[in-house]
T-cell receptor, first 110, second 117 residues
Framework: QQPVQSPQAVILREGEDAVINCSSS?????VHWYRQKHGEAPVFLMI?????EQKGHEKISASFNEKKQQSSLYLTASQLSYSGTYFC???????????FGTGTSLTVIP | GAVVSQHPSWVICKSGTSVKIECRSL??????MFWYRQFPKQSLMLMAT?????????EQGVEKDKFLINHASLTLSTLTVTSAHPEASSFYIC?????????????FGPGTRLTVL
């Protein structure tokens, strides 16, 4: 049930771009993206619903391909504040169980 | 809006004691609340889904008699770790879905760090 993320870890210099992928073995209704800093709860970034949604806010965007059961998170011109562990979360149905992905550790260095 | 609180923030207890963790939605009614457990450097693992007024649905491998979940109202869910053992030491996080907002966005509490000695 747990979605698989890739890469597991990535180190970027400020200003560089990154892509994080999330892949599920199950059909999906929605995909959520979260960022978690050490010792804190996850912070919601965005939700994408089936129908081929793409969404973005400032320099972070995401796409959802429900046929491939995949989603990707795009971070452009990364900032130091982007550092953290990124999790996708998937749900097969509305209001149903929700499963976090394996996580991607992202470190942005000056 | 959409604030979820957890209490306590951290707790240290002796093996064999029971610990209760509260999860409250402060400014909305939560149709569903979720409980997660996270070990260091690992992902959050769903423990159970809790709907107000009904029994919680536990994920496979989670011992119901060791992790009691009660969802007494639309704003409160509790997780009680009974006869805690050191293996139960973890970061416990709850989340809630808002009934009013009609989306599946989960709002997370700040988490509770449990250490069982």
């Amino acid at each position: 049930q747990q979605p698989v993320q890739s890469p597991q870890a990535v180190i970027l210099r400020e200003g560089e771009d990154a892509v994080i992928n999330c892949s599920s073995s199950k059909a999906l209704y929605s995909v959520h993206w979260y960022r978690q800093k050490h010792g804190e709860a996850p912070v919601f970034l965005m939700i994408l619903l089936k129908g081929g949604e793409q969404k973005g806010h400032e320099k972070i965007s995401a796409s959802f391909n429900e046929k491939k059961q995949q989603s990707s998170l795009y971070l452009t011109a990364s900032q130091l504040s982007y550092s953290g562990t990124y999790f996708c979360g998937t749900s097969p149905n509305t209001g149903n169980q929700f499963y976090f992905g394996t996580g991607t550790s992202l470190t942005v260095i000056p | 809006g959409a604030v979820v609180s957890q209490h306590p923030s951290w707790v240290i207890c002796k093996s064999g004691t029971s610990v209760k963790i509260e999860c409250r939605s402060l400014d909305f009614q939560a149709t569903t609340m979720f409980w997660y457990r996270q070990f260091p450097k690992q992902s959050l693992m769903l423990m159970a889904t809790s709907n107000e007024g009904s029994k919680a649905t536990y994920e496979q491998g989670v011992e119901k008699d060791k992790f009691l979940i009660n969802h007494a109202s639309l704003t409160l869910s509790t997780l009680t770790v009974t006869s805690a053992h050191p293996e139960a030491s973890s970061f416990y996080i709850c989340s809630a879905i808002s009934r009013e907002m009609r989306t599946d966005t989960q709002y997370f509490g700040p988490g509770t760090r449990l250490t069982v000695l």
